[in-house]
């Protein structure tokens, strides 16, 4: 009986230690996003978009900080969880912002294993868990078409789509109306062009060489049989004739040969 008692203390202090981690972890988090939020880190290039300033490309001030956030145990806390996925969220829009398209997706696909964990967890949860939940939906939504936005830039118009359309069915409060009035119709459009060109393409005959009537008259004639040529003398005809040749030595003349030899 004591054994059971000083085990579930064990348990309850290791529970309780496990809490403290994951709130110590959430606090680190929450101060680098919300120094990452005020974008000191960002500046505005010829076109009006923000893009990484030249201090932070050659620093990376706030690029080490996410970093220094990103891993770690999660204590089993979707709060700490949900935290984390913003983290890899927001180091795919740094990336997108240097123009690195694929490392922002590779990092917006761990923010949304992440966010997926926090979503698909099931079993009886307290009031916080749930509010967890909701923030994540809504944050899940934004990450969804940073994501397509990545997409439509390395031109993979068919899954920019699927992003779209699967952040705007998160959108409950339709405050993202210019992805379905602009985004993606463009995406639609340069998958019809492209549909279109393979289709001429298909279409198409190759032409490889053309002959007039007169070019085939002409090789005709080439290949045609001259009557009134001389006959070409058969193989037997030339054998005789080697023959013939040979025979003409006289039977004297050897003789006469012979003789010198001897």
């Not at 997108?96 to 398209?101: A, C, F, L, Q, T």
Request: proline fraction near 2%; include cysteine; hydrophobic fraction near 35%.
């Amino acid at each position: 009986h004591c054994f059971g008692a000083r085990l579930q203390i064990s348990n309850q202090e290791c529970t309780s230690e496990m809490r403290r981690q994951a709130a110590d972890a959430v606090k680190a988090i929450e101060r680098v996003l919300a120094l990452e939020a005020k974008c000191t880190h960002l500046e505005v290039d010829g076109a009006g978009l923000n893009t990484v300033s030249a201090v932070e490309r050659q620093d990376q001030i706030i690029w080490k900080k996410l970093a220094a956030v990103s891993g770690g145990e999660t204590f089993g806390s979707l709060e700490l969880t949900s935290l984390r996925a913003e983290v890899f969220h927001r180091q795919g829009a740094y990336k997108y912002m240097e123009d690195k398209y694929p490392e922002a997706v590779e990092l917006y696909a761990r923010a949304e294993s992440e966010f997926n964990e926090v979503l698909q967890s099931g079993g009886p949860q307290d009031i916080e868990a749930q509010r967890t939940q909701a923030k994540t939906r809504k944050y899940a939504c934004r990450l969804q078409l940073d994501w397509a936005m990545a997409l439509e830039n390395m031109g993979h118009f068919a899954e920019a789509v699927r992003r779209y359309e699967a952040g705007l069915g998160m959108d409950y409060i339709n405050q993202y109306g210019w992805v379905r009035q602009k985004s993606i119709p463009f995406c639609k459009g340069k998958i019809e062009e492209k549909d279109k060109k393979v289709d001429d393409e298909s279409n198409q005959v190759l032409v490889t060489g053309e002959r007039t009537r007169e070019k085939r008259d002409c090789e005709g004639r080439k290949a045609a049989i001259d009557l009134d040529a001389a006959p070409v003398k058969r193989s037997r005809e030339a054998l005789e004739e080697r023959v013939a040749t040979a025979r003409s030595v006289s039977t004297a003349e050897v003789e006469e040969a012979t003789r010198e030899l001897m």
